[in-house]
């Protein structure tokens, strides 16, 4: 029944219209019982300009109804609408206003709707104003540049609606004043606006627009040019608390202020705490109002709904941002938190109510979903709760099925209709102080309640609720691989009592099995403690696949063995290869108690459908529901260890793996052993053999070489240390035992000085340029006062080389500053260096530093025993499923799992400490003592070289004489002028003559009396004054400057004074013990000696008072100094001794268990999954050892020297000494040999050696360079030959010329149509079409498709006939050309109007295009034809082919219009792997006879088949190495000599080789694809003729470009044989002929041009060797040479003939060529006159010397007498 209601009035109604839902008072019935209403003119006239039509409909079984707006009223029209300004800022003031659509008249008739909408259909404002100010827009669109479009709608009262656009440019604020700019602009704007009346839209808009903003600068992440992290969030949190002062009055209000919390908490990492609290209160309030605002009249479905999601939106980002919260600030108060949370919850509530206010029963469910969390509200009949399933799809939230209604308890309540709501969390929404459960995943709540809102309480069911929570970021668990029939037992350890046991089976088929667990043993069939059966299914997630173990059924903590076996009562069928992957989980179901305040387990069980990805919970209430879960990592039964091994066969894998890192372990502990005893040999202190017997004062050099690769140097190197007080004497820095100046190396030498040099300066190194590699890069030198234990660096990092670097000898060095050791190069460098020498623990062993107590024993052991623990921790936990659901972290580029962290971490937690505790002990663990009679072996102390006594090759004795005694005392006065900066009481000259010793030894007395007098008024003076005093020394005094000095630096000083005493007292023993050795009879005066005794004596008398008894002093100046200070001290440092033994016990401990286990895991896992993680495993390995542990050492050290700046120096140079010193009363250091100062090596090298040096060296690396060059060109152009020759074969000529043979038999012969058509059904037919099906008559080559013949024609009348001729020839046909040729298509018999398609014989009379037939051009003898035609295929079979030919006969296809015939197939002969494209041409001019050619090519399509072709393929990748090589030669010498470049020939010939080479590998590239092209074209259509031409082509062109590759390659062997002086002298002659030569070259062609066209005009109608102008310069080029056919000219014309042949003879042979050759020779004679030998042919003779020696063969040119040991 139909009933029509009008709205207009109010009238009773039938009874079948008293339905729910109608307003009765408000209706009229129009018609009834009629499924149709008409209505009339007079109708709407009476009833006003628009009404509302009703429409319902009943059935006996249902009920419908519908609106319809009847109006006659105009819509409005479209306005135009404006933003001023035109652009502006988030914060700018806009004005949108639109002209009226209609008159004043009309428009106060009708009431228009004014709404301005965002473009993202965010409401602005709706009124009837057409004006909207003032009003803030948010950030436009930056990829438009900022333009943000703005829509305004009209509508009227009835429905009609019209809308129309505006945009407006709408940028970034100006923060002028910083970033408190913004803040205190939002602040006033907003003060202001709520004081001017709570107008709150404009609050809305204005907060819009600044988050728009904030969101936008965080996701553009401009953090240093926009806003900082704080100001964001106190922005965020000033406009959470201004909005909170907002009242909602309407839904419209309500839908605003939800968008704009919306937008504010987007970003929930910038909200703070105190932030949140606001934004929940204020989202509970909003929610509130929806319900007061939901009973209005003016109830808007979308707008509510709109509402709740922008609202539900905003309470997932606090609730995330609130457990953020809670994860890392502990500080913030436990009833904060639960405020937060429970005013969240509320808030769904309300969403929840408001949302069901008015909902139909039955009707769709409403989800809301976020991308944290879900919402699902629904209103249901009772009756149709019964077994209700809660499942969102494309979701991964919660979900729920319910019992049946009488299990429930609701079927009594007295409400017919139940609301069902339902809310799921990514996260825990609950803050609980309890720790005990770990919730991770889904968090979901479900309740029931009535019409009121109230809720239902449901508890105490006698059926469970299954309630699945997926779990996203929580931990996956390891999988157990069992293969059935092998060994089938594996083991838990379960660590709780109190929760419940996941087994879950993986299979790769359906099978069945029983399950067998035993506590504490292996249970089998008949002993076992539980038993279940499973269906294990393939496809997962059933619950056939799940055994829970609930608390009940467990025996509690322990360890539970699981035995898996086939159920053959179920399925006889034996699956013994079968893998079952195993995975075990504990997990819990628990509910949020709200009375309580935490988490509950009771009533709730995990269910059977539990897995790795979700949980199952089935429970008897209803309320907030979790799950915890815990990993339970794969485990091992060590007591199944035989049965494992037994398997080793068929999984070897891992066993063979341990074994082999065993065997290596071994290897190399014995070379890190034997590396170890050379750096022992290293270690040690070298006592320089040059040092002065008296020199007692100390000093200890530390010489650092480079790591740069030559930086080792093997020549000899002298070194000077420069001080304020002196300067020592040139040292030798050598060691008799072991070579010095390695690559990298350490040498630490002592040095001894007659005086102390005071505070050094800079040092002077050279070497003498001598031995096979001189070249030395000094990194840095540390040089030590033993006697003060102060030490100054030298920051070196040169090199000393006549061709590297500077190009010096010879440098001086400076002292480096404090602030020069911070620099970063130096301290980057440092770190770096020791970083890898030490840090770095895998290439510390081969980098260590002999120093160094950690040795590369020990380190090889800690890197084996790290591995194999990583390995362990590696296959413990490897095999985990990934979840595609699971919920990835993102940072950037990289991307990672909550399992793959806390897999990390426990790896970390299980490998971390022990090895770290291993390493620390081998680091920190003292050197073991000495025991008595054993030798101590050198540790961090450093033995003396050389050994005492002395070899006698180093200190040869010499017998003691007055005149040494004087020598000595002579440079004892020498050196204390030096150093005592003293000007001597008499000449230096007058010391040198002087042969009297008591005068020499009176000098030196009247010295240290002078001394003495200006010490002591130097001492008196600083004991009057404690004050800072400035004192200016006599000229005898140690510095020369005054100095201002408080009483400490007095008395340092005075200690120092006292050392130049002391070095005095301990020479003059030296020289009273020499004295009394030689006594008084070698003295020519005996009163000599006495006096020079006593004189020696009273100088020492003088000493002794002068020298201060300081304790210290006498402390530094022990004959036997340590050189680590305090030797008690340095020996308390680190563990003892016999912690060695503990670090190699948990060595060989960890390493032992590791190994063994990860052996056990292998052989658990199968062969399969063993590779899978071997694999995996060496790739992480790699990569953390050259990547990241690499840019770990680089990043520190960066940090180090950038930020902290602090200089860390080596503690090489703190060595004690193993072995004796001399001391002052030894004699035998006295009796040794002297240093002779005037050998070469205490000189440094003269600037005119070091120029010859230089020189020579160029020169020999010149040589070098050439020999280089050519040996490197030999090879390239053996590469070049290889690729050449590889890309041909010999046997394409032969399959060439027998092809060919096979069908030209008669082919020459052919001058008609006729002609053709026999030869083709004869010799074509014949050898087309072999024996063997498919190939042709030779049955070695295979026919490729089938043959076709193409002819191409001409077009008719294409040519003029002369009109006195035209009656007797009608048509003429002009030769062949691309404008003549014919393309239209005809019937049978060339008929124009009559066209027989249907036949298959018809493509013949059709012309198809180049493209179309996949042709090529082909270049004939008359012309150039097209690659198009008129084609007929033979196919395949001889009849068909040979009813074809006699078809075309017949129908004449060959006719007076054709100017070419070509016949094309493709052979394939497998026997030599060769492609041979063969098209035979029959070509008229015209004339009407054929004129015949063949063209064949051979193409080898598939060049890599045997094996002798892989060495092709590296010949051309070598080439094209070798090509790159010179490209960057080349461009090299191209950006040095830019223009100048091209002028060279021989540049232009290499850039020529490049680019024919670049262009070769293109060509090569494209015949590849062009083959592979083809190759499939014929596998598609193998009946087809297969066109190669392009292929061919292509390859002919390779073959042009090899070939003139190998022309140039060639050519360019006469520029590398360049300085061969015969060779240069030819190209020196043809550069002074080249004038006369290039005029000789213009009169010879001008000659052969002239004759050339004379007898090509007068013999080229008759003769064919002068049939063209280029024939006829080819005949005359012969006629040079002497191949000439006489007889043919002196037959056709013996009298003009034999004038052109015996001029051309004359003038051409006898005058000019003789002429050309004579300036040749005239060059040649005075080049060999004014021939000077260049530079180069000196390399060479340089280059043949030094392959001579090489050889060991002698040179017979004798060498000038420029010193040979000087070139070295």
Same mark, same amino acid.
Request: aromatic share 12%.
């Given at each position: 029944?139909?009933?029509?209601?009008?709205?207009?009035?109010?009238?009773?109604?039938?009874?079948?219209?008293?339905?729910?839902?109608?307003?009765?008072?408000?209706?009229?019935?129009?018609?009834?019982?009629?499924?149709?209403?008409?209505?009339?003119?007079?109708?709407?006239?009476?009833?006003?300009?628009?009404?509302?039509?009703?429409?319902?409909?009943?059935?006996?079984?249902?009920?419908?109804?519908?609106?319809?707006?009847?109006?006659?009223?105009?819509?409005?029209?479209?306005?135009?609408?404006?933003?001023?300004?035109?652009?502006?800022?988030?914060?700018?003031?806009?004005?949108?206003?639109?002209?009226?659509?209609?008159?004043?008249?009309?428009?106060?008739?009708?009431?228009?709707?004014?709404?301005?909408?965002?473009?993202?259909?965010?409401?602005?404002?709706?009124?009837?104003?057409?004006?909207?100010?003032?009003?803030?827009?948010?950030?436009?669109?930056?990829?438009?540049?900022?333009?943000?479009?703005?829509?305004?709608?009209?509508?009227?009262?009835?429905?009609?609606?019209?809308?129309?656009?505006?945009?407006?440019?709408?940028?970034? &604020?100006?923060?002028?004043?910083?970033?408190?700019?913004?803040?205190?602009?939002?602040?006033?704007?907003?003060?202001?606006?709520?004081?001017?009346?709570?107008?709150?839209?404009?609050? !809305?808009?204005?907060?819009?627009?600044?988050?728009?903003?904030?969101?936008?600068?965080?996701?553009?992440?401009?953090?240093?040019?926009?806003?900082?992290?704080?100001?964001?969030?106190? @922005?965020?949190?000033?406009?959470?608390?201004?909005?909170?002062?907002?009242?909602?009055?309407?839904?419209?209000?309500?839908?605003?202020?939800?968008?704009?919390?919306?937008?504010?908490? /987007?970003?929930?990492?910038?909200?703070?705490?105190?932030?949140?609290?606001?934004?929940?209160?204020?989202?509970?309030?909003?929610?509130?109002?929806?319900?007061?605002?939901?009973?209005?009249?003016?109830?808007?479905?979308?707008?509510?709904?709109?509402?709740?999601?922008?609202?539900?939106?905003?309470?997932?980002?606090?609730?995330?941002?609130?457990?953020?919260?809670?994860?890392?600030?502990?500080?913030?108060?436990?009833?904060?938190?639960?405020?937060?949370?429970?005013?969240?919850?509320?808030?769904?509530?309300? %969403?929840?109510?408001?949302?069901?206010?008015?909902?139909?029963?039955?009707?769709?469910?409403?989800?809301?979903?976020?991308?944290?969390? &879900? *919402?699902?509200?629904?209103?249901?009949?009772?009756?149709?709760?019964?077994?209700?399933?809660?499942?969102?799809?494309?979701?991964?939230?919660?979900?729920?099925?319910?019992?049946?209604?009488?299990?429930?308890?609701?079927?009594? $309540?007295?409400?017919?209709?139940?609301?069902?709501?339902?809310?799921?969390?990514?996260?825990?929404?609950?803050?609980?102080?309890?720790?005990?459960?770990?919730?991770?995943?889904?968090?979901?709540?479900?309740?029931?309640?009535?019409?009121?809102? @109230?809720?239902?309480?449901?508890?105490?069911?006698?059926?469970?609720?299954?309630?699945?929570?997926?779990?996203?970021?929580?931990?996956?668990?390891?999988?157990?691989?069992?293969?059935?029939?092998?060994?089938?037992?594996?083991?838990?350890?379960?660590?709780?009592?109190?929760?419940?046991?996941?087994?879950?089976?993986?299979?790769?088929?359906?099978?069945?099995?029983?399950?067998?667990?035993?506590?504490?043993?292996?249970?089998?069939?008949?002993?076992?403690?539980?038993?279940?059966?499973?269906?294990?299914?393939?496809?997962?997630?059933?619950?056939?696949?799940?055994?829970?173990?609930?608390?009940?059924?467990?025996?509690?903590?322990?360890?539970?063995?699981?035995?898996?076996?086939?159920?053959?009562?179920?399925?006889?069928?034996?699956?013994?290869?079968?893998?079952?992957?195993?995975?075990?989980?504990?997990?819990?179901?628990?509910?949020?108690?709200?009375?309580?305040?935490?988490?509950?387990?009771?009533?709730?069980?995990?269910?059977?459908?539990?897995?790795?990805?979700?949980?199952?919970?089935?429970?008897?209430?209803? &309320?907030?529901?979790?799950?915890?879960?815990?990993?339970?990592?794969?485990?091992?039964?060590?007591?199944?260890?035989?049965?494992?091994?037994?398997?080793?066969?068929?999984?070897?894998?891992?066993?063979? &793996?341990?074994?082999?890192?065993?065997?290596?372990?071994?290897?190399?502990?014995?070379?890190?052993?034997?590396?170890?005893?050379?750096?022992?040999?290293?270690?040690?202190?070298?006592?320089?053999?040059?040092?002065?017997?008296?020199?007692?004062?100390?000093?200890?050099?530390?010489?650092?070489?480079?790591?740069?690769?030559?930086?080792?140097?093997?020549?000899?190197?002298?070194?000077? #240390?420069?001080?304020?007080?002196?300067?020592?004497?040139?040292? /030798?820095?050598?060691?008799?035992?072991?070579?010095?100046?390695?690559?990298?190396?350490?040498?630490?030498?002592?040095?001894?000085?007659?005086?102390?040099?005071?505070?050094?300066?800079? +040092?002077?190194?050279?070497?003498?340029?001598?031995?096979?590699?001189?070249?030395?890069?000094?990194?840095?030198?540390?040089?030590?006062? %033993?006697?003060?234990?102060?030490?100054?660096?030298?920051?070196?990092?040169?090199?000393?080389?006549?061709?590297?670097?500077?190009?010096?000898?010879?440098?001086?060095?400076?002292?480096?500053?404090?602030?020069?050791?911070?620099?970063?190069?130096?301290?980057?460098?440092?770190?770096?260096?020791?970083?890898?020498?030490?840090?770095?623990?895998?290439?510390?062993?081969?980098?260590?530093?002999?120093?160094?107590?950690?040795?590369?024993?020990?380190?090889?052991?800690?890197?084996?025993?790290?591995?194999?623990?990583?390995?362990?921790?590696?296959?413990?936990?490897?095999?985990?499923?990934?979840?595609?659901?699971?919920?990835?972290?993102?940072?950037?580029?990289?991307?990672?799992?909550?399992?793959?962290?806390?897999?990390?971490?426990?790896?970390?937690?299980?490998?971390?400490?022990?090895?770290?505790?291993?390493?620390? $002990?081998?680091?920190?663990?003292?050197?073991?003592?000495?025991?008595?009679?054993?030798?101590?072996?050198?540790?961090?102390?450093?033995?003396?070289?050389?050994?005492?006594?002395?070899?006698?090759?180093?200190?040869?004795?010499?017998?003691?004489?007055?005149?040494?005694?004087?020598?000595?005392?002579?440079?004892?006065?020498?050196? @204390?002028?030096?150093?005592?900066?003293?000007?001597?009481?008499?000449?230096?000259?007058?010391?040198?003559?002087?042969?009297?010793?008591?005068? #020499?030894?009176?000098?030196?007395?009247?010295?240290?009396?002078?001394?003495?007098?200006?010490?002591?008024?130097?001492?008196?003076?600083?004991?009057?004054?404690?004050?800072?005093?400035?004192?200016?020394?006599?000229?005898?005094?140690?510095?020369?400057?005054?100095?201002?000095?408080?009483?400490?630096?007095?008395?340092?000083?005075?200690?120092?004074?006292?050392?130049?005493?002391?070095?005095?007292?301990?020479?003059?023993?030296?020289?009273?013990?020499?004295?009394?050795?030689?006594?008084?009879?070698?003295?020519?005066?005996?009163?000599?000696?006495?006096?020079?005794?006593?004189?020696?004596?009273?100088?020492?008398?003088?000493?002794?008072?002068?020298?201060?008894?300081?304790?210290?002093?006498?402390?530094?100046?022990?004959?036997?100094?340590?050189?680590?200070?305090?030797?008690?001290?340095?020996?308390?440092?680190?563990?003892?001794?016999?912690?060695?033994?503990?670090?190699?016990?948990?060595?060989?401990?960890?390493?032992?268990?590791?190994?063994?286990?990860?052996?056990?895991?292998?052989?658990?896992?199968?062969?399969?999954?063993?590779?899978?993680?071997?694999?995996?495993?060496?790739?992480?390995?790699?990569?953390?050892?050259?990547?990241?542990?690499?840019?770990?050492?680089?990043?520190?050290?960066?940090?180090?020297?950038?930020?902290?700046?602090?200089?860390?120096?080596?503690?090489?140079?703190?060595?004690?000494?193993?072995?004796?010193?001399?001391?002052?009363?030894?004699?035998?250091?006295?009796?040794?040999?002297?240093?002779?100062?005037?050998?070469?090596?205490?000189?440094?090298?003269?600037?005119?050696?070091?120029?010859?040096?230089?020189?020579?060296? *160029?020169?020999?690396?010149?040589?070098?360079?050439?020999?280089?060059?050519?040996?490197?060109?030999?090879?390239?152009?053996?590469?070049?030959?290889?690729?050449?020759?590889?890309?041909?074969?010999?046997?394409?000529?032969?399959?060439?010329?027998?092809?060919?043979?096979?069908?030209?038999?008669?082919?020459?012969?052919?001058?008609?149509?006729?002609?053709?058509?026999?030869?083709?059904?004869?010799?074509?037919?014949?050898?087309?079409?072999?024996?063997?099906?498919?190939?042709?008559?030779?049955?070695?080559?295979?026919?490729?498709?089938?043959?076709?013949?193409?002819?191409?024609?001409?077009?008719?009348?294409?040519?003029?006939?002369?009109?006195? #001729?035209?009656?007797?020839?009608?048509?003429?046909?002009?030769?062949?050309?691309?404008?003549?040729?014919?393309?239209?298509?005809?019937?049978?018999?060339?008929?124009?109007?009559?066209?027989?398609?249907?036949?298959?014989?018809?493509?013949?009379?059709?012309?198809?295009?180049?493209?179309?037939?996949?042709?090529?051009? $082909?270049?004939?003898?008359?012309?150039?034809?097209?690659?198009?035609?008129?084609? $007929?295929?033979?196919?395949?079979?001889?009849?068909?082919?040979?009813?074809?030919?006699?078809?075309?006969?017949?129908?004449?296809?060959?006719?007076?219009?054709?100017?070419?015939?070509?016949?094309?197939?493709?052979?394939?002969?497998?026997?030599?792997?060769?492609?041979?494209?063969?098209?035979?041409?029959?070509?008229?001019?015209?004339?009407?006879?054929?004129?015949?050619?063949?063209?064949?090519?051979?193409?080898?399509?598939?060049?890599?088949?045997?094996?002798?072709?892989?060495?092709?393929?590296?010949?051309?990748?070598?080439?094209?190495?070798?090509?790159?090589?010179?490209?960057?030669?080349?461009?090299?010498?191209?950006?040095?000599?830019? =223009?100048?470049? !091209?002028?060279?020939?021989?540049?232009?010939?290499?850039?020529?080789?490049?680019?024919?080479?670049?262009?070769?590998?293109?060509?090569?590239?494209?015949?590849?694809?062009?083959?592979?092209?083809?190759?499939?074209?014929?596998?598609?259509?193998?009946?087809?003729?297969?066109?190669?031409?392009?292929?061919?082509?292509?390859?002919?062109?390779?073959?042009?470009?090899?070939?003139?590759?190998?022309?140039?390659?060639?050519?360019?062997? =006469?520029?590398?044989?360049?300085?061969?002086?015969?060779?240069?002298?030819?190209?020196?002659?043809?550069?002074?002929?080249?004038?006369?030569?290039?005029?000789?070259?213009?009169?010879?062609?001008?000659?052969?041009?002239?004759?050339?066209?004379?007898?090509?005009?007068?013999?080229?109608?008759?003769?064919?060797?002068?049939?063209?102008?280029?024939?006829?310069?080819?005949?005359?080029?012969?006629?040079?040479?002497?191949?000439?056919?006489?007889?043919?000219?002196?037959?056709?014309?013996? +009298?003009?003939?034999?004038?052109?042949?015996?001029?051309?003879?004359?003038?051409?042979?006898?005058?000019?060529?003789?002429?050309?050759?004579?300036?040749?020779?005239?060059?040649?004679?005075?080049?060999?006159?004014?021939?000077?030998?260049?530079?180069?042919?000196?390399?060479?003779?340089?280059?043949?010397?030094?392959?001579?020696?090489?050889?060991?063969?002698?040179?017979?040119?004798?060498?000038?007498?420029?010193?040979?040991?000087?070139?070295?």
């Amino acid at each position: 029944m139909f009933s029509f209601l009008s709205d207009f009035q109010s009238a009773p109604l039938p009874p079948a219209c008293s339905l729910t839902g109608f307003r009765q008072n408000s209706l009229n019935l129009l018609q009834s019982n009629a499924s149709m209403l008409i209505m009339n003119s007079s109708f709407l006239q009476t009833h006003g300009e628009a009404f509302q039509i009703k429409v319902t409909a009943v059935t006996q079984r249902g009920y419908g109804e519908d609106t319809y707006l009847v109006s006659t009223v105009p819509p409005p029209q479209i306005p135009s609408c404006t933003v001023s300004p035109r652009q502006g800022s988030v914060l700018t003031t806009f004005t949108v206003s639109c002209s009226p659509p209609c008159s004043v008249d009309s428009c106060q008739s009708r009431q228009l709707t004014y709404c301005f909408y965002l473009n993202s259909n965010s409401l602005l404002h709706c009124g009837p104003d057409p004006e909207l100010f003032p009003v803030y827009l948010p950030l436009g669109e930056e990829e438009n540049n900022f333009i943000l479009h703005v829509t305004i709608t009209v509508s009227n009262n009835f429905g009609d609606t019209v809308q129309t656009n505006s945009s407006v440019k709408v940028g970034h &604020t100006d923060m002028i004043d910083g970033n408190l700019t913004l803040q205190a602009i939002v602040s006033e704007k907003a003060n202001s606006i709520l004081k001017d009346g709570n107008n709150s839209m404009s609050l !809305f808009q204005l907060f819009k627009s600044v988050t728009s903003v904030l969101n936008h600068e965080t996701q553009e992440e401009n953090f240093n040019i926009s806003l900082q992290t704080d100001t964001r969030k106190e @922005l965020r949190g000033l406009m959470l608390t201004t909005l909170s002062a907002v009242n909602v009055t309407s839904v419209q209000t309500a839908l605003q202020m939800s968008e704009v919390l919306q937008e504010i908490t /987007h970003r929930s990492e910038e909200l703070s705490a105190s932030a949140q609290v606001e934004a929940s209160n204020t989202l509970k309030d909003v929610s509130a109002s929806l319900l007061t605002v939901n009973t209005e009249d003016s109830r808007d479905d979308q707008k509510l709904k709109d509402a709740a999601t922008y609202l539900f939106n905003a309470v997932s980002n606090v609730l995330q941002a609130s457990v953020q919260t809670r994860a890392v600030n502990t500080s913030v108060p436990e009833a904060e938190q639960s405020s937060v949370s429970h005013q969240l919850l509320n808030t769904v509530e309300n %969403l929840q109510s408001a949302l069901l206010f008015g909902k139909e029963p039955d009707d769709e469910p409403m989800v809301l979903t976020t991308h944290s969390a &879900t *919402m699902y509200i629904n209103r249901l009949q009772t009756e149709s709760l019964d077994g209700t399933a809660i499942n969102i799809s494309n979701s991964s939230s919660a979900s729920f099925v319910l019992p049946t209604a009488s299990s429930l308890s609701v079927s009594g $309540i007295d409400d017919e209709t139940v609301d069902i709501r339902m809310v799921s969390f990514a996260m825990n929404p609950f803050f609980s102080s309890d720790t005990s459960f770990d919730i991770s995943g889904t968090v979901g709540g479900l309740s029931l309640t009535g019409l009121d809102g @109230l809720i239902i309480p449901v508890s105490s069911l006698k059926e469970n609720i299954e309630i699945m929570l997926p779990r996203h970021s929580a931990t996956q668990e390891d999988r157990i691989l069992l293969n059935l029939g092998n060994f089938s037992t594996f083991q838990v350890n379960v660590t709780s009592e109190n929760t419940s046991i996941v087994i879950y089976l993986e299979c790769e088929q359906d099978v069945p099995l029983i399950l067998y667990l035993g506590y504490s043993y292996c249970p089998n069939e008949t002993d076992y403690d539980l038993k279940n059966h499973l269906f294990c299914k393939k496809t997962t997630g059933g619950e056939t696949n799940t055994w829970v173990l609930s608390p009940e059924l467990i025996f509690g903590e322990g360890t539970y063995y699981f035995t898996v076996l086939q159920d053959m009562g179920v399925d006889s069928t034996a699956h013994d290869r079968q893998t079952i992957a195993v995975t075990c989980f504990a997990s819990r179901c628990v509910f949020w108690d709200e009375h309580q305040g935490n988490w509950n387990s009771y009533g709730c069980q995990v269910g059977p459908k539990t897995s790795p990805t979700s949980t199952q919970c089935l429970c008897n209430h209803l &309320t907030f529901f979790g799950s915890s879960f815990f990993v339970i990592p794969n485990a091992i039964d060590v007591s199944k260890t035989a049965q494992l091994f037994g398997t080793f066969v068929d999984n070897p894998v891992v066993v063979t &793996t341990v074994g082999c890192i065993f065997l290596i372990y071994v290897l190399v502990v014995v070379w890190a052993r034997r590396k170890d005893i050379q750096d022992d040999a290293k270690v040690k202190i070298t006592v320089l053999e040059d040092n002065d017997p008296f020199a007692q004062y100390r000093y200890l050099v530390t010489v650092f070489t480079g790591h740069r690769r030559g930086a080792a140097t093997t020549s000899k190197v002298t070194l000077t #240390l420069y001080g304020l007080e002196g300067e020592s004497e040139p040292h /030798h820095l050598t060691d008799p035992d072991t070579s010095v100046f390695e690559r990298g190396g350490v040498d630490v030498f002592l040095l001894c000085t007659l005086f102390p040099l005071g505070e050094l300066q800079s +040092i002077r190194l050279w070497h003498d340029n001598s031995g096979d590699n001189p070249s030395w890069y000094v990194n840095r030198v540390v040089v030590q006062d %033993l006697a003060w234990d102060q030490k100054w660096y030298f920051l070196c990092n040169s090199w000393l080389a006549i061709d590297i670097g500077e190009c010096v000898l010879d440098k001086v060095f400076p002292v480096a500053t404090e602030q020069d050791m911070k620099q970063f190069s130096n301290l980057f460098f440092m770190k770096t260096s020791k970083g890898f020498q030490d840090g770095h623990i895998w290439y510390s062993v081969f980098s260590r530093s002999p120093r160094s107590s950690f040795t590369r024993a020990q380190r090889v052991s800690c890197c084996f025993s790290l591995l194999l623990c990583t390995m362990l921790t590696s296959i413990m936990f490897w095999g985990v499923p990934k979840d595609p659901a699971e919920q990835k972290m993102d940072l950037g580029k990289i991307e990672f799992t909550w399992q793959e962290v806390m897999i990390g971490f426990e790896s970390s937690l299980l490998m971390f400490p022990i090895n770290l505790l291993i390493v620390q $002990i081998f680091r920190n663990v003292r050197s073991r003592p000495a025991m008595q009679g054993r030798e101590k072996k050198p540790g961090k102390n450093g033995r003396v070289s050389p050994s005492l006594p002395p070899t006698p090759q180093v200190t040869q004795a010499i017998s003691l004489t007055p005149e040494a005694v004087m020598k000595d005392i002579r440079r004892i006065a020498n050196s @204390l002028f030096k150093a005592l900066k003293t000007p001597s009481l008499t000449s230096v000259s007058d010391l040198g003559k002087s042969t009297n010793i008591n005068t #020499l030894l009176a000098l030196v007395e009247d010295i240290i009396c002078h001394q003495k007098r200006a010490g002591q008024e130097f001492y008196d003076e600083s004991k009057k004054k404690d004050d800072p005093i400035t004192v200016t020394l006599s000229a005898m005094d140690i510095p020369e400057k005054a100095r201002s000095l408080t009483p400490e630096k007095g008395m340092c000083e005075r200690l120092k004074y006292n050392d130049y005493n002391r070095c005095l007292y301990m020479q003059l023993q030296h020289v009273e013990m020499e004295l009394e050795l030689l006594g008084p009879h070698k003295f020519q005066m005996p009163q000599s000696y006495t006096q020079a005794v006593h004189q020696v004596q009273h100088m020492k008398n003088l000493l002794e008072n002068q020298i201060c008894s300081s304790a210290s002093i006498s402390e530094r100046w022990s004959l036997t100094p340590s050189f680590s200070g305090d030797g008690k001290k340095s020996s308390s440092k680190g563990l003892p001794w016999w912690f060695v033994f503990i670090a190699w016990f948990l060595v060989a401990a960890t390493s032992g268990v590791s190994g063994f286990f990860t052996m056990l895991y292998g052989l658990h896992y199968g062969k399969e999954n063993s590779i899978k993680w071997l694999i995996s495993m060496a790739i992480s390995f790699f990569e953390s050892l050259f990547i990241t542990q690499p840019l770990k050492v680089l990043g520190f050290a960066a940090f180090f020297a950038l930020v902290l700046k602090k200089v860390e120096h080596e503690d090489e140079e703190n060595m004690a000494i193993d072995g004796p010193l001399s001391a002052p009363g030894d004699s035998k250091p006295l009796l040794g040999a002297r240093r002779d100062s005037r050998s070469n090596i205490y000189q440094p090298p003269p600037a005119a050696d070091v120029e010859k040096m230089k020189i020579s060296c *160029m020169k020999e690396q010149k040589a070098f360079a050439l020999i280089r060059e050519i040996l490197a060109y030999v090879g390239f152009l053996w590469m070049l030959l290889l690729v050449a020759y590889g890309q041909r074969d010999p046997n394409s000529y032969y399959l060439n010329k027998h092809i060919e043979s096979s069908f030209t038999d008669g082919f020459h012969d052919v001058y008609s149509y006729q002609d053709f058509f026999t030869w083709a059904k004869t010799t074509l037919l014949k050898n087309l079409y072999g024996s063997y099906t498919g190939f042709i008559t030779d049955g070695n080559s295979k026919l490729v498709g089938s043959a076709r013949i193409r002819q191409v024609r001409v077009k008719g009348d294409t040519c003029p006939v002369s009109p006195k #001729l035209q009656r007797v020839i009608r048509e003429c046909h002009a030769p062949y050309s691309l404008q003549t040729e014919d393309t239209s298509d005809y019937g049978e018999h060339w008929n124009t109007s009559v066209f027989a398609n249907s036949s298959d014989l018809s493509s013949a009379w059709q012309y198809q295009s180049q493209s179309e037939l996949r042709g090529q051009p $082909i270049w004939g003898k008359l012309a150039v034809y097209r690659g198009g035609g008129y084609v $007929i295929h033979l196919g395949t079979d001889p009849n068909n082919a040979s009813r074809i030919l006699q078809y075309l006969f017949n129908n004449v296809w060959l006719d007076t219009f054709t100017r070419a015939v070509f016949v094309e197939f493709t052979v394939y002969n497998a026997n030599v792997n060769l492609f041979c494209i063969i098209s035979l041409m029959f070509e008229t001019n015209a004339l009407g006879a054929f004129f015949t050619s063949a063209e064949l090519q051979s193409v080898r399509l598939y060049p890599y088949t045997n094996s002798l072709h892989i060495f092709v393929v590296a010949a051309e990748v070598i080439y094209f190495l070798f090509i790159v090589y010179y490209m960057i030669v080349q461009g090299k010498l191209m950006k040095t000599l830019k =223009w100048r470049y !091209f002028h060279s020939k021989w540049n232009l010939l290499e850039t020529a080789i490049i680019l024919i080479s670049w262009s070769a590998l293109s060509v090569f590239v494209k015949r590849t694809i062009l083959g592979t092209r083809d190759i499939s074209y014929y596998q598609e259509h193998k009946e087809d003729c297969i066109s190669f031409n392009e292929t061919a082509r292509a390859d002919a062109v390779l073959g042009y470009l090899i070939a003139f590759l190998v022309l140039l390659s060639t050519v360019k062997l =006469w520029h590398l044989l360049r300085l061969n002086p015969k060779l240069n002298m030819i190209t020196s002659t043809l550069r002074r002929a080249w004038g006369d030569i290039s005029g000789f070259i213009t009169v010879i062609a001008i000659m052969f041009l002239a004759y050339s066209i004379a007898t090509n005009l007068i013999f080229g109608w008759k003769l064919y060797s002068y049939k063209t102008l280029f024939d006829s310069a080819e005949t005359m080029v012969s006629l040079q040479l002497g191949i000439f056919n006489y007889e043919e000219i002196l037959d056709y014309n013996p +009298i003009l003939g034999s004038f052109l042949i015996g001029s051309c003879i004359i003038f051409m042979t006898f005058v000019v060529l003789n002429l050309f050759i004579s300036v040749i020779l005239v060059a040649f004679s005075e080049e060999q006159k004014y021939y000077q030998a260049s530079e180069e042919e000196e390399i060479v003779d340089l280059m043949v010397m030094k392959l001579f020696s090489f050889f060991g063969i002698k040179c017979k040119k004798e060498e000038k007498p420029a010193s040979n040991d000087q070139l070295k």
